[in-house]
Nanobody
């Protein structure tokens, strides 16, 4: 059974930092493209960042470039999102997702999410 479990969210003051983790199981983590998405209340879900299976390629939303860093540890089946210089507009529920091919079928799985609230 595929599981993606996020952790590390919480309440932080503007300018602060948080590190999110996404622990994966039930599939071959090292072949999956991994992504972080976020959805703020009343808004559509948006892609925050993604990382290739080997970790060599990353992409970021313009709104987080220079502040957030996505990484992964394939030995630990875990992906991370280091978030620095947080702003109130970063407040959202953050989800991780995994996308991979198996037997010519594309699979995408989602975690339940972890809430990040940036407020003074």
């Amino acid at each position: 059974q595929v599981q993606l479990v996020e952790s590390g969210g919480g309440l932080v003051q503007p300018g602060g930092s948080l590190r999110l983790s996404c622990a994966a199981s039930g599939f071959t983590f090292s072949v999956a493209t991994m992504s972080w998405y976020r959805q703020a209340r009343g808004k559509e879900r948006e892609l925050v960042a993604d990382i290739s299976s080997g970790g060599g390629n990353t992409n970021y939303a313009d709104s987080v470039k220079g502040r957030f860093t996505i990484s992964r540890d394939n030995a630990k089946n875990t992906m991370y999102l280091q978030m620095n210089s947080l702003k109130p507009e970063d407040t959202a529920n953050y989800h991780c997702s995994a996308t991979y091919l198996s037997s010519l079928t594309r699979y995408t799985h989602w975690g339940q999410g972890t809430q990040v609230t940036v407020s003074s």
